[in-house]
């Protein structure tokens, strides 16, 4: 197993790279010591388990894996969200004098086709003694989200982004 060597002031550690993935993962670190005759030195430990034939110890577990998994989801469910509320947030700028516009929701990952459209509508009220800014939004959800997971995502995320303050959202059944 080949290691990238990464080096920080007396730290050092190794990194592979899965050839099936492109994921890099940090599998060993120690402090370079004693000008690398110590026994703890992190080449003498590297070079320790390599004579031994065990370095693919190291290499991920199947927990790894799972968790890597998990963790990449949770990062695209997070980058996805706040691209909603950028979209809802610039469409609302579009239209705050009043108007329509429509939008494209993406799926959170790339290469999907979208999971709906947003139709945003501003209607200004403007009478004697009440000032508001009636909003309508509709969303259109492709047929395979149609009631899905992720279709309620994107319903809680843009009714928090036209009423920030609005904690309740995601509690409604």
């Known amino acids: 197993m080949r290691l990238l ?18 994921v890099h993962w940090l599998l060993v670190a120690g402090l370079a010591l004693g000008d690398h005759e110590d026994r703890e030195d992190f080449y003498q ?17 199947e927990a790894d894996t799972r968790l890597l998994k998990q963790e990449t989801s949770a990062r695209l469910m997070t980058e996805w969200e706040v691209l909603v509320q950028r ?25 999907q086709d979208p999971i709906a459209t947003l139709n945003l509508v501003v209607s200004p009220v403007r009478e004697e003694g009440y000032e508001a800014d009636e909003i ?7 047929r395979k989200y149609r009631g899905s997971n992720l279709e309620w995502q994107l319903r809680i995320r843009v009714l928090i982004t036209l009423s920030p303050p ?8």
């Not at 430990?45 to 577990?61: F, N």
């Not at 309508?136 to 492709?142: F, K, S, Y």
């Not at 609005?166 to 059944?173: H, K, L, R, V």
Request: aromatic share 6%; hydrophobic share 30%.
């Open 5 to 22: 060597e990464v080096k920080s002031s007396q730290w050092r550690a190794g990194a592979w790279r899965d050839p099936e993935t492109g």
């Open 45 to 61: 430990r590297v070079e320790r388990r390599d004579d031994a034939g065990r370095t693919s110890d190291w290499l991920p577990t």
């Open 87 to 111: 979209k809802v947030r610039d469409a609302l700028s579009e239209v705050h004098a009043g108007g329509s516009t429509r939008v494209v929701i993406p799926h959170p990952m790339p290469g």
């Open 136 to 142: 309508e939004a509709e969303i259109l959800a492709g």
């Open 166 to 173: 609005e904690q309740g959202w995601d509690c409604w059944t």
